[in-house]
């Protein structure tokens, strides 16, 4: 027999992951802690995409990332299916590949109907790699290289023009270009301040006050066919009302444009809705989200007359963040009497550095005794020569031993893209899971890896 199950409020942990609790699980799955293929099996094994935990680490090793392909294209299908109910036959969604680029993650977007937003010449080869087409590619960034501009024409994806001197770039290089033009909106919202973008004081985007400008410009430029506009206000947000706003400010610039005889005929609202990575983050579902930019434009077009234009959003992390989990593997412990008890697993700030960056708070289950009473508050810290590579503080675990799989949840943005070889930890290697089978995405990295790009100076070589 196979149980679902869910995070609940367990009384006398705090919190514990128990089976059959009476969370309702929203099937919105940045609404969840876990992927929606999640079961305890007979084994009292956490489950993912059919498969069984322990087993993968079994067989590919640990840490492991594994990302349940049903989830990711859940997301993708509610993502495309609101934006068609809120904004029938002219809306286009963007996978924000920042979030995880590889050639799988871009080649399943792209197979659901999905665009890429990409932010270097990188992520552009990688989307290109895996098949993504042009007219489904939108090159952002804040320092583009002209390198990476005549990588972008010659690949025909529209680019996202972010200043001054990419515009004079583009016009020096002066081959035919479609552009949109991103803008700082203005626009604040309760996130973490490396996350935040919206506010004029951001490294992103035109100064809204310099339209005038910038206008009088674009508009002389022959090779530039200026196609939108692009504002992303910032990244893990749960408020809605930041991107209702959001429309009514982009309308306004379109209005202005007119002015310079430029007709608009795309808006490219970003990213940012937020995903559960505990028990009390409450995001709004996609549907609302959607619903929420959807109305935000075409409510100011309705008010300003104008005709809808092409809606296009670039969501990341409430695409792929919760279809993700990370197994450790636990080692070495110690306990400082009346002070705290600190677990230690194989990875750490290398694979996941957001707790470290932004002081990000995961949970995390063990993944080979589902149903084990809660019986610790530990902390588990990683394995690196850093005292705040912690994962997570205080996490409320059953009794743990060496050899022990915890599984840390919502994994799957923000941490493989951000992942590095401090202390040269080899990269761990990404499983996607489906219907009992697991394909290997990304391989392990080999110590033979860690020094490919290592020379040593002739002399020293002898
Ligand atoms: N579009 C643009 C222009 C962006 O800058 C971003 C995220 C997105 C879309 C996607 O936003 P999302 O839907 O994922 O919120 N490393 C940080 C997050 C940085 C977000 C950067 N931009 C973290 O780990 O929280």
């Given at each position: 027999?196979v149980s679902t199950?869910h ?5 006398n942990s705090?919190l514990?992951?128990l089976?059959n609790s009476?969370?309702t699980?929203?099937?919105?799955p940045?609404q969840e802690?876990?992927?929606l ?5 007979n084994g009292d094994?956490l489950e993912?995409?059919?498969c069984?935990?322990p087993?993968?680490?079994k ?9 349940d392909?049903?989830?990711l294209?859940?997301a ?7 934006m068609?109910?809120?904004y029938?036959?002219q809306s286009q969604?963007?996978y924000?590949s920042k979030a ?8 399943i977007?792209h197979?659901?109907g999905l665009?890429?937003d990409?932010v270097?010449?990188?992520e552009l ?12 590619l939108y ?8 390198s990476?501009?005549n ?5 025909n994806c529209?680019i996202v ?7 004079h ?6 081959a035919?270009t ?6 700082t ?12 973008t919206?506010?004029l004081?951001?490294k ?7 339209l005038d400008e910038v206008?009088?410009?674009?508009s002389q430029?022959e090779c530039?066919?200026?196609v939108?506009?692009h504002?992303?206000?910032?990244s ?5 009302q930041?991107?209702q706003?959001?429309g009514?400010?982009m ?15 795309e808006l490219?609202?970003?990213?940012g809705l ?6 009390s983050d409450?995001p709004?579902?996609i549907d609302e989200w959607v619903q929420?930019?959807?109305?935000g434009?075409?409510?100011?077009c ?5 005709p809808l234009p092409?809606l296009?959003?670039e ?10 989990i990370t ?5 070495s412990s110690k306990?400082?009497p009346?002070?705290r008890?600190?677990i230690?697993?194989d990875?750490g700030?290398?694979d996941?550095?957001?707790p470290i960056?932004?002081?990000s ?7 080979n005794?589902?149903?084990a ?6 902390t ?10 912690i994962?997570i ?13 915890l ?9 493989y893209s951000?992942a590095?070889n401090?202390?040269?930890l080899?990269?761990p ?5 489906n219907?009992?089978?697991a394909n290997?995405i990304?391989q ?8 490919r790009?290592?020379?040593l100076?002739?002399?020293l070589s002898s």
């Open positions: 027999m199950f995070p609940v409020e367990s009384e705090g514990g992951y089976p009476n969370h699980p929203t099937n919105s940045n802690l876990l992927p293929t999640a079961k305890i099996n094994a993912i995409g059919g069984d935990v087993s993968l680490v067989q590919f090793g640990s840490p492991l990332y594994i990302l392909e049903e989830t294209r859940t993708c299908r509610q993502y495309k299916q609101a068609e109910r809120y029938p036959g969604v963007l924000a995880w680029s590889c050639l799988a993650l871009c080649a977007a197979s659901e665009g890429i990409v270097s010449g990188g080869y990688t989307a290109i790699a895996a098949g993504v087409t042009p007219d489904k090159l952002h960034g804040n320092n583009k290289s002209v990476e501009l990588y972008a024409i010659a690949s529209t023009v972010d200043n001054w001197q990419e515009l770039n583009l016009v020096t290089i002066n035919p479609r552009i949109m033009l991103r803008l909106p203005g626009i604040e919202c309760h996130t973490h301040e490396y996350i935040r919206g506010h004081d951001s992103f985007g035109f100064d809204p006050n310099q206008f009088a410009f674009v430029q530039l066919n200026f939108g506009f504002a992303h206000i910032g893990q947000i749960f408020e809605r930041p991107h706003d959001l009514a400010v309308v306004q610039w379109i209005k202005k444009a007119a002015k310079y005889s430029l007709k608009i005929s490219n609202v970003g990213g937020g995903i559960r990575y505990t028990e409450d709004p579902s929420t930019i959807c109305h434009v075409k409510d100011a309705i008010a300003e007359n104008l092409k296009l959003c969501p990341g992390r409430s695409l792929v963040g919760s279809a993700c197994a450790y593997t636990i080692g306990v400082i009346e002070i008890t600190y230690a697993v990875g700030m290398s996941n550095p957001r960056t932004y002081q708070v995961y949970r995390a289950v063990v993944a005794k589902m149903s009473p809660i019986t610790q508050t530990v588990v810290a990683g394995k690196h020569c850093e005292s705040g590579d994962v503080k205080n996490a409320t675990l059953p009794t743990t031993n060496p050899g022990d799989i599984v840390v949840m919502a994994t799957g943005a923000y941490n951000m590095s401090y202390n040269r080899p990269r290697a990404a499983v996607l899971v219907k009992g089978e290997l990304l392990r990295e080999t110590y033979q890896d860690l020094i790009q290592d020379r100076p002739e002399r």
